[in-house]
């Protein structure tokens, strides 16, 4: 078993190359091995590209050694057609005899079809190496298809004392709590997850554009909580050419006329109902297919998720300074996974249990 966890681990290393192109698409890792000698690897491609077993199977230019070789993958092998065809059915073509699965794809239109089909092809097949392993390296695709919502990030700055806003400002803008490298970080976290997340208060106050400025990376989709409509039509979140969903009231998106905004799509939940603003929010998202996102604030957006049980990770930066007053940080209780120092900043990760 040992061998196989260290082919498996292989995968789980490399498929993390996908990580922030292959939404909504899991990022899925492939390794294939002939003569105990890894000959060829692969990753799934940005979404509407190959998957990872295609990948890999395209780089051998002697496919004659594919009869006596392993193909490893983080997760089964998918059976329908999608934007390309099954890559079960590419296995069985090439005659590979054996496949090593991390877990089981929890997807309906697959979930054991892969395996079923490559075992009726006469394929061996062994799952569960690194099970668990796998799975937490595909958190956002099992989060989407099993809680039917995003893998849900929270994200905050907070003083030395507990504020993540002064209470009064002069201008229009951030008032950086962190130091410009744990800001590069956030745009480095921005770019590998499909959306970004803010309340109307941080647009109106911040005018933030949520775009990845200090990093190389696609740029994520923009959702904005507006209730009433009220934001300026010239914010910098309504810049560029990425889509911006903007949810709001039914009776304002009624009034409102397609030409609202060119790059926008309005929605529109109840917002009476006060105990699921955020479970409506996550429906709607996953009505638009995003397995991820990360929320930025502020903090009565944050602590409405927080309340509502609908998070996953939090990743709060303490800085240096403090403030005499000002928006205290939210309140949520979560396991510690990991801490670091950034210069003079502090980053502590938490996860919901």
Known sequence: MKIHEKYIKRCIEIAKNGLGATAPNPMVGCVIVYKNQIISEGYTSAFGGNHAEVNAISKIKDLSVLKSATLYVTLEPCSHYGK????????????????????VDDNPLVAKKGIAKLEAAGCEVMVGVLEAECKAHHK??????????????????????????????????PVWITNRYSRQLVH???????????????????????????WTGKQPLKIVLDHSLKLPKD????????????????????KSNDSFLENTILESIDWQD???????????????????VIIEGGSKTLQTFIDENLWDEARVFTGSNTFNDGILAPKFSGRLISEANILTDNLSIYNND
Not at 276 to 291: F, G, P
């Open 235 to 254: 914010a910098a979140v309504y810049r560029g050419i990425e889509k911006v969903i903007v949810i709001s009231s039914k009776e304002n998106v009624t």
């Open 188 to 214: 480095k976290w921005r770019a590998e997850e499909q959306a970004i997340l803010v309340g109307t208060n941080t647009v109106l106050d911040d005018d933030p554009s949520l775009t990845v400025r200090d």
């Open 274 to 292: 006060h105990n699921h603003i955020a479970q409506q929010i996550c429906d709607t998202l996953y009505q638009h297919h995003i397995n991820s």
């Open 84 to 103: 390309t065809p099954p890559c079960s059915n590419l296995i069985i073509e090439k005659q590979i005899p054996k496949v090593v699965i991390g877990c």
């Open 140 to 173: 956002r695709f099992f989060t989407f298809h099993n809680k039917k919502r995003p893998y849900i990030i929270l994200k905050w700055a907070e003083t030395k004392n507990g504020y993540i806003a002064p209470d009064q400002k002069e201008k229009q803008e």
